[in-house]
């Protein structure tokens, strides 16, 4: 049978042709058929990419909270006070980089909240130019009151920590009320607030000498230039494996973290892996059923002329533009809500999460894939049996 001549191109009165088999026009002329199509895929993108989101923001705080100790290498003496000065003078002697400074200082430990419950915070004890010097290294602009005077129970913080615990001006970081991981014999008050949005605690080291235990120097080492910090970092921790000193460094941070959770996120793997099929599933039953209300339609145009060819083309471009359009509304519904959370529950306490966060999108795109290789595969399956003869007979009786 000769290909049927076209349909004769009709206006709309916009004057913008109107094209009666394009897939676009199905789609939009039956929107009560598609748009369920489309909410299913949308709620479940949104889902699994809300769920990632929040997971992902347990780590994500943790590297944004600690991330004070990518401008140092921290380095303490397993307790022998003896061995302080020591190490920091062979850091700085055999140091592969340029150092910036050496501190010794003292520390001591507070709570922050967190959305899984309370971590342990150092705050750390510096003389007056030593906290001027870290200051500027975590990118301060500003400070809203002053600095700690030396040998008084006072204290700065940065802004992200004094809203994570509600801390003002004259508010009491640590105390004699404050439970063992915030004691200090002497009510320490808060008199200066960074403005940065890194997590840091300042103390005068004068403070901690006198009334902490144990009596006991840490080190802290610069590098010159910050962006080579992570190798003097990762050499320190090398030169000083299996002797009497711990290294603390960001590098570890990262690492530690990502073990931590790789269970979690393999658990993760297979619950979405799970509702990926059942979400699956659910749409092939939906499209079978779709398909199945169009069978008249597919065979008027077969009989009429029209390649089974052609019309499965038309079909599949259907079945892309319906998965797609679901996918992306779904990524945008996704980010407006993870906006909403983290401006309404997360900014206020700053716990950190990441709107666009990378890992939270990619866990979406095995949905879209997985649901366009059913629709298509269900479309063929229709197709092969598809007798345009009969349902036109039936149609005319």
Same mark, same amino acid.
């Given at each position: 049978?000769?290909?049927?001549?076209?349909?004769?191109? @009709?206006?709309?009165?916009? =004057?913008?042709?109107?094209?009666?088999? %394009?897939?676009? !026009?199905?789609? #939009?002329?039956?929107? &009560? +058929?598609?748009?369920?199509?489309?909410?299913?895929?949308?709620?479940?993108?949104?889902?699994?990419?809300?769920?990632?989101?929040?997971?992902?923001?347990?780590?994500?705080?943790?590297?944004?909270?600690?991330?004070?100790?990518?401008?140092?290498?921290?380095?303490?003496?397993?307790?022998?006070?003896?061995?302080?000065?020591?190490?920091?003078?062979?850091?700085?002697?055999? @140091?592969?980089?340029?150092? =910036?400074?050496?501190?010794?200082?003292? %520390?001591?430990? !507070?709570?922050? #909240?967190?959305?899984? &419950? +309370?971590?342990?915070?150092?705050?750390?004890?510096?003389?007056?130019?030593?906290?001027?010097?870290?200051?500027?290294?975590?990118?301060?602009?500003?400070?809203?009151?002053?600095?700690?005077?030396?040998?008084?129970?006072?204290?700065?913080?940065?802004?992200?920590?004094?809203?994570?615990?509600?801390?003002?001006?004259?508010?009491?970081?640590?105390?004699?009320?404050?439970?063992?991981?915030?004691?200090?014999?002497?009510?320490?008050?808060?008199?200066?607030?960074?403005?940065?949005? #890194?997590?840091?605690?300042?103390?005068?080291?004068?403070?901690?000498?006198?009334?902490?235990?144990?009596?006991?120097?840490?080190?802290?080492?610069?590098?010159?230039?910050?962006?080579?910090?992570?190798?003097?970092?990762?050499?320190?921790?090398?030169?000083?494996?299996?002797?009497?000193?711990?290294?603390?460094?960001?590098?570890?941070?990262?690492?530690?973290?990502?073990?931590?959770?790789?269970?979690?996120?393999?658990?993760?793997?297979?619950?979405?892996?799970?509702?990926?099929?059942?979400?699956?599933?659910?749409?092939?039953?939906?499209?079978?059923?779709?398909?199945?209300?169009?069978?008249?339609?597919?065979?008027?145009?077969?009989?009429?002329?029209?390649?089974?060819?052609?019309?499965?083309?038309?079909?599949?471009?259907?079945?892309?533009?319906?998965?797609?359009?679901?996918?992306?509304?779904?990524?945008?519904?996704?980010?407006?809500?993870?906006?909403?959370?983290?401006?309404?529950?997360?900014?206020?306490?700053?716990?950190?999460?990441?709107?666009?966060?990378?890992?939270?999108?990619?866990?979406?795109?095995?949905?879209?894939?997985?649901?366009?290789?059913?629709?298509?595969?269900?479309?063929?399956?229709?197709?092969?049996?598809?007798?345009?003869?009969?349902?036109?007979?039936?149609?005319?009786?």
């Amino acid at each position: 049978m000769d290909r049927p001549a076209p349909f004769p191109p @009709s206006r709309t009165k916009r =004057g913008v042709r109107a094209r009666p088999l %394009a897939a676009g !026009t199905y789609l #939009r002329r039956n929107a &009560g +058929k598609t748009l369920p199509l489309i909410g299913v895929i949308v709620l479940a993108v949104m889902l699994v990419a809300g769920i990632i989101a929040m997971i992902n923001s347990i780590p994500y705080s943790i590297r944004t909270i600690y991330g004070y100790s990518r401008e140092m290498t921290g380095v303490t003496p397993r307790g022998d006070a003896t061995q302080t000065k020591p190490i920091l003078d062979e850091i700085q002697k055999h @140091s592969p980089v340029p150092v =910036g400074r050496v501190v010794t200082c003292r %520390a001591t430990m !507070t709570q922050i #909240r967190s959305i899984v &419950g +309370k971590w342990p915070f150092y705050v750390l004890g510096l003389s007056k130019p030593d906290m001027e010097y870290y200051l500027d290294r975590q990118k301060v602009t500003g400070i809203v009151g002053r600095l700690p005077i030396d040998g008084k129970p006072e204290a700065i913080v940065s802004e992200p920590l004094a809203r994570n615990l509600d801390l003002k001006i004259g508010s009491e970081l640590l105390g004699p009320d404050k439970d063992e991981s915030g004691f200090s014999p002497y009510s320490v008050k808060v008199v200066g607030i960074a403005q940065t949005d #890194r997590w840091l605690a300042a103390v005068p080291v004068g403070y901690l000498r006198e009334n902490h235990f144990p009596p006991v120097d840490l080190g802290m080492v610069f590098a010159k230039d910050s962006s080579q910090q992570d190798r003097l970092d990762r050499w320190t921790d090398k030169r000083f494996k299996g002797r009497r000193a711990a290294v603390l460094a960001y590098f570890q941070i990262e690492k530690n973290t990502q073990d931590m959770f790789k269970t979690l996120f393999l658990i993760l793997d297979v619950i979405i892996g799970v509702m990926v099929l059942v979400m699956t599933t659910i749409m092939g039953m939906l499209i079978n059923i779709y398909q199945t209300q169009r069978l008249q339609e597919f065979g008027l145009l077969a009989a009429i002329g029209y390649t089974k060819k052609q019309i499965l083309r038309r079909v599949a471009t259907e079945s892309v533009m319906v998965v797609v359009l679901g996918w992306l509304l779904g990524l945008l519904l996704a980010y407006g809500l993870l906006l909403v959370a983290k401006a309404t529950m997360m900014d206020p306490r700053a716990y950190a999460i990441d709107p666009l966060d990378p890992l939270a999108y990619s866990y979406t795109v095995p949905i879209p894939i997985a649901i366009l290789i059913v629709a298509i595969g269900t479309v063929i399956h229709r197709f092969r049996n598809l007798d345009p003869i009969g349902i036109v007979e039936r149609r005319l009786v």
